[in-house]
């Protein structure tokens, strides 16, 4: 689906770029967190071509901390450290891939986006004109959901956190076939199509989950699961 995304792309004024998935990693998911497409905080230069958007998936990180001994240019750390951060408190094995790979930790956590594809460009006026996930038939939210789902089905995980609102409704679409409604009665699916358990929460790293609410969170997921 990405190739086809960038196939048809064309150029125009303001210059939308896509940004390819993270590749594969060499063993299964323990932990995914779904978050929302955040603005970086470092700058990022979007390949337009594609061998350029290839390059920048295999080489961006997005915690370039736990990635590598240097401060690598391209990367997320002010978002996704947080949520690694949280898994930490799940269970201190967990690591990003490149220190599962290293072996210097046992627990691969892993992260996506349920705007992966439509912020790449970071207009957001552009994005908003056509974005409505109240609407049944928003394109852009079912591109992003059919994004979503085939991760899931490639990461094949144990867990799903779902950070936020947004992919809250997306994951529970996916996995339940059913439109989201409110008021919200569920928490958590402990059976889905895709192997994993998920758990619906608020934002973990903001003002929107205290630390009770991420407590609650903590103790629910280690009721249901063991790594």
């Not at 700058?43 to 594609?50: E, K, L, N, Q, T």
Request: proline share 7%; net charge positive.
């Amino acid at each position: 689906m990405y190739q086809a995304q960038l196939a048809k792309e064309k150029v125009r004024r303001t210059k939308r770029q896509v940004l390819l998935p993270p590749p594969p990693r060499g063993r299964p998911v323990d932990l995914l967190i779904v978050g929302i497409g955040p603005s970086q905080i470092a700058p990022i230069a979007y390949a337009a071509d594609r061998k350029g958007a290839e390059r920048l998936a295999r080489d961006f990180a997005y915690i370039s901390a736990a990635a590598t001994d240097r401060k690598l240019k391209l990367h997320n750390d002010d978002y996704y450290e947080p949520l690694l951060q949280f898994a930490r408190r799940l269970d201190s094995r967990f690591g990003v891939w490149p220190q599962v790979a290293r072996g210097d930790k046992a627990l691969l956590v892993e992260f996506t986006d349920a705007l992966h594809i439509t912020t790449d460009h970071r207009v957001a006026e552009d994005m908003l004109a056509v974005l409505n996930p109240q609407a049944d038939n928003c394109p852009v939210c079912a591109r992003c959901k059919d994004i979503l789902a085939a991760e899931l089905g490639l990461y094949r995980p144990k867990v799903v956190v779902c950070n936020g609102r947004l992919p809250s409704k997306f994951v529970w679409e996916i996995c339940t076939g059913k439109p989201f409604v409110r008021p919200v009665e569920e928490t958590l699916l402990l059976e889905t199509r895709f192997g994993a358990k998920v758990h619906f929460s608020g934002y973990l790293n903001s003002k929107w989950m205290d630390g009770f609410s991420r407590a609650r969170l903590l103790r629910e997921i280690r009721q249901h699961t063991a790594f």
